[in-house]
């Protein structure tokens, strides 16, 4: 079984900056993409930035310019790092790995963190 854990969410005010990290664990043999999602109430979940195992990323394109996401493959950890965060970057962000495959059971697989909140108050 893989297991995400995320860490780093937090209340900041605006302008201010966090990190959020994410580590995989498990009989986890490699990862294709992972990546971060966030949900603000009464919002459907929305990709805030992904990182494939060969450091090709993606943006949202309102994140683009603050957030930089980065990928330690050897420990199976994605971070975020969130700079000038904004009020309406107030969400629970989670962590995403895509096409994870283990080695126990054939295939590929896709799994979810259980969330960190992140508020920024005005």
């Known amino acids: 079984q893989v297991q995400l854990v995320e860490s780093g969410g937090g209340l900041v005010q605006a302008g201010g900056s966090l990190r959020l990290s994410c580590t995989a664990s498990g009989s986890i043999f490699s990862i294709n993409t992972m990546g971060w999602y966030r949900q603000a109430p009464g919002k459907q979940r929305e990709l805030v930035a992904s990182?494939?195992?060969?450091?090709?990323?993606n943006y949202a394109d309102s994140v683009k310019g603050r957030f930089t996401i980065s990928r330690d493959n050897a420990k199976n950890t994605v971070y975020l790092q969130m700079n000038s965060l904004k009020p309406e970057d107030t969400a629970v962000y989670y962590c995403?790995?895509?096409?994870?495959?283990?080695?126990?059971?054939?295939?590929?697989?896709?799994?979810w963190g259980q969330g960190t909140q992140v508020t920024v108050s005005s």
């Open positions: 995403n790995a895509f096409g994870v495959v283990v080695r126990t059971t054939p295939g590929k697989y896709d799994y």
């Open positions: 990182i494939t195992s060969i450091g090709s990323t």
